[in-house]
């Protein structure tokens, strides 16, 4: 079942390896089929080195394991969430990778300080609010999933496709699996730009609204000229 979409998610997770923003166990990425309402993510707790495409679990958008032998990913409920509620995506990436983490352990939004950040993020990486005592009780990963659709409930998920969760990590997710790791990985790293920015200048203000939105603009939506032109019917990039 889904034999091509469990290869291509096996592929997102060990890239994540490859990236550098993953150890131990730390991470998961997933991929969805919407025409049949299915879901595989990588197994729960299972080292990277263990993983295989027939490792990879099968999930409806119940939480109903269909194929698999192991456990799915502890965070499912999450994806779930966010698959349900951002119907254009196609695949997302959770990482605990440093410099996204801390700024997620601080509890504060990353700001657009240079052009790096505008060509691939329209706007600030929020940051969630820390979920409740009973937030946290019951439906953890679930509620975590509810508390980023909260905070995208005025912003546009497809120009800002990243997240901080307080107190815990980030979340990213694109139109495919292969846009959700880019996603992970430039967050990464304008996690630790805007880190360095901080340090150097602490009052640093954020870049003005014309340079974000030519920046965003030569790369994503119809009017973008950045890279070569498409071949007729490839997806455009974002």
Known sequence: MLEALKEKVFRANMKLV?????????????????SKGLMVIKPSGVDYDELSPEKMVVVDLNGNVLEGGLRPSSDTPTHIVL??????????????????????????????????????????????????????????????????????ASKDYFS???????????????????????????????????????????????LPAHIIDKHYSRKHGKNAYYGQKKAPGDAPDR
């Open 18 to 34: 490859e990236a550098g923003l993953v150890i131990l166990t730390w991470g998961n990425a997933s991929g969805i089929d919407r």
């Open 83 to 152: 698959y349900r509620n951002f119907e254009g995506i196609g695949g997302i990436v959770h990482t605990h990778s440093t410099w996204a983490t801390a700024w997620a352990q601080s509890r504060s939004p990353i700001p657009s300080l240079g052009t790096t950040h505008a060509d691939h993020f329209h706007n600030e990486i929020p940051c969630t609010r820390l979920l409740r005592e009973e937030e946290t009780e019951e439906n953890y990963e679930m509620n975590t999933g509810r508390v980023i659709v909260e905070t995208f």
């Open 160 to 206: 800002t496709p990243g997240v901080l969760v307080a107190g815990h990590a980030p979340f990213t997710w694109g139109k495919n699996l292969d846009d959700a790791v880019n996603n992970s990985v430039v967050l990464e790293e304008v996690a630790r730009m805007a880190f360095l920015t901080k340090m150097l200048k602490s009052d640093v203000e954020t």
